[in-house]
């Protein structure tokens, strides 16, 4: 089997539960039962998900990944436990918890999981003191982070400070959508993940390049969930407005195009060609898996459409299946399946 390594795949930290079955107000969570008897968490950010052990049990997340034809995943924490709403005091104590909760996974199966820290961003000197604590240890090989804090933007001067430290540290940062523009007209039809996602990523990754983040931070390795967003198909719209658009000052010299080389994405874009399309667009080697565990929006199967995209040559199959994980994570031959 060839390995597969998924660089979106979520949990929800033992840790965060316990907290909300003990005292839900305190982090704006609960638990509940519907009618038909079924236990359902409710948790900020539009969340409404059924209670079972895929959202926390090891065990089930090893069957998990077996199913979807995986060799290993870095695991995050799900977005609904970000906590950023929370004072910093019990920020920094959520995210110091649920980062020991995401390393003991990673101790009990070792050979088939990582994970990515969680951090206090409502505080950036807690946070970047999370940061370090937990990139200290073996467990972790990078660092998840909300797309946006109470609607700024990731290049606001208020979080210079946490890219100065991720840069410092040579961290990978998992930029995933949270708290999405527009959510208030986007309550139907799903509409909030189906748009409200994608468009939140492209905000994200085009504040960050106009934004100057990463001309200032040299060393900075970011990736993107649901393959990048709107951004890759828009990329053309940013080159010209970049170009053309003389009454807007941007922070940096160089148009989006001189950035691609820091924007890894998954690949959920669900139709083979648009893969190929991507790759031809970042390179194979900017894209990974992506199975966006265990939320029902993500592929059965993440490996399925690397296989089917038409014209990817075998490298670049290897690419999106282990290759660019391994790069991004620091992954030593071995590791989650990789080839010795």
Same mark, same amino acid.
């Given at each position: 089997?060839?390995?597969?390594?998924?660089l979106?795949?979520h949990?929800?930290?033992?840790?965060?539960l316990?907290?909300?079955?003990?005292?839900?107000?305190?982090?704006? &969570?609960?638990?509940?039962?519907? #009618? =038909?008897g079924?236990?359902? *968490?409710?948790?900020?950010?539009?969340? %409404?998900? @059924?209670?079972?052990?895929?959202?926390?049990s090891?065990?089930?997340?090893?069957?998990?990944?077996?199913?979807?034809?995986?060799?290993?995943?870095?695991?995050?924490?799900?977005?609904?436990?970000?906590?950023?709403?929370?004072?910093?005091?019990?920020?920094?104590?959520?995210?110091?918890?649920?980062?020991?909760?995401?390393? &003991?996974?990673v101790?009990e199966r #070792? =050979?088939?999981?990582?994970? *990515?820290?969680?951090?206090?961003?409502? %505080?950036? @000197?807690?946070?970047?003191?999370?940061m370090?604590?937990a990139?200290?240890?073996?467990?972790?090989?990078?660092?998840?982070?909300?797309?946006?804090?109470?609607?700024?933007?990731?290049d606001?001067?208020?979080?210079?400070p946490?890219?100065?430290?991720?840069?410092?540290?040579?961290?990978?940062v998992?930029?995933?959508?949270?708290?999405v523009?527009?959510?208030e007209?986007?309550q139907?039809?799903? *509409?909030?993940?189906?748009?409200?996602?994608?468009?939140?990523?492209?905000?994200?990754?085009?504040?960050?390049?106009?934004?100057g983040?990463?001309?200032?931070?040299?060393?900075?390795r970011?990736?993107?969930a649901?393959a990048?967003?709107?951004?890759?198909?828009?990329?053309?719209?940013?080159?010209?407005?970049?170009?053309r658009i003389?009454?807007?000052?941007y922070?940096v010299?160089?148009?989006?195009?001189?950035?691609?080389d820091?924007?890894?994405?998954?690949?959920?874009?669900?139709?083979?060609?648009?893969l190929?399309?991507l790759?031809?667009?970042?390179?194979?080697d900017?894209?990974?898996?992506?199975?966006?565990?265990?939320?029902?929006?993500?592929?059965?199967?993440?490996?399925a459409i690397?296989?089917?995209?038409?014209?990817?040559?075998?490298?670049?199959?290897?690419?999106i299946?282990?290759?660019?994980?391994?790069?991004?994570?620091?992954?030593?031959?071995g590791?989650?399946?990789?080839?010795?």
């Amino acid at each position: 089997m060839e390995p597969a390594i998924d660089l979106h795949c979520h949990i929800f930290p033992r840790a965060w539960l316990d907290l909300v079955r003990r005292d839900g107000e305190r982090v704006g &969570a609960g638990f509940y039962r519907r #009618p =038909d008897g079924r236990e359902f *968490l409710r948790a900020p950010g539009d969340f %409404d998900y @059924p209670v079972g052990e895929e959202l926390w049990s090891v065990p089930a997340l090893v069957a998990a990944i077996e199913r979807r034809n995986l060799t290993g995943a870095a695991l995050s924490v799900a977005p609904p436990t970000l906590s950023y709403w929370a004072d910093p005091g019990l920020g920094a104590e959520l995210s110091a918890a649920m980062n020991d909760s995401l390393a &003991a996974v990673v101790r009990e199966r #070792p =050979d088939r999981f990582v994970a *990515l820290c969680t951090v206090p961003l409502q %505080d950036i @000197p807690r946070a970047a003191r999370e940061m370090e604590r937990a990139l200290a240890r073996p467990e972790f090989r990078g660092v998840m982070i909300g797309s946006n804090l109470g609607g700024r933007n990731l290049d606001d001067p208020y979080f210079l400070p946490f890219w100065e430290a991720a840069d410092a540290l040579g961290a990978c940062v998992f930029v995933h959508p949270y708290q999405v523009l527009g959510s208030e007209r986007l309550q139907r039809y799903y *509409l909030w993940n189906v748009v409200g996602m994608v468009t939140e990523t492209c905000v994200a990754i085009e504040s960050l390049i106009f934004g100057g983040v990463y001309a200032r931070f040299g060393r900075l390795r970011t990736y993107f969930a649901h393959a990048g967003g709107s951004f890759p198909w828009l990329r053309g719209r940013a080159e010209h407005a970049y170009h053309r658009i003389r009454s807007i000052r941007y922070p940096v010299d160089r148009p989006p195009s001189a950035f691609l080389d820091r924007v890894h994405v998954d690949n959920m874009c669900f139709i083979p060609s648009a893969l190929t399309w991507l790759a031809g667009q970042l390179g194979s080697d900017h894209i990974a898996v992506g199975s966006d565990y265990p939320f029902d929006i993500g592929p059965d199967d993440p490996t399925a459409i690397v296989a089917e995209a038409p014209d990817l040559a075998a490298d670049a199959r290897r690419d999106i299946l282990w290759g660019t994980a391994a790069k991004l994570l620091g992954l030593r031959p071995g590791d989650l399946g990789t080839p010795g």
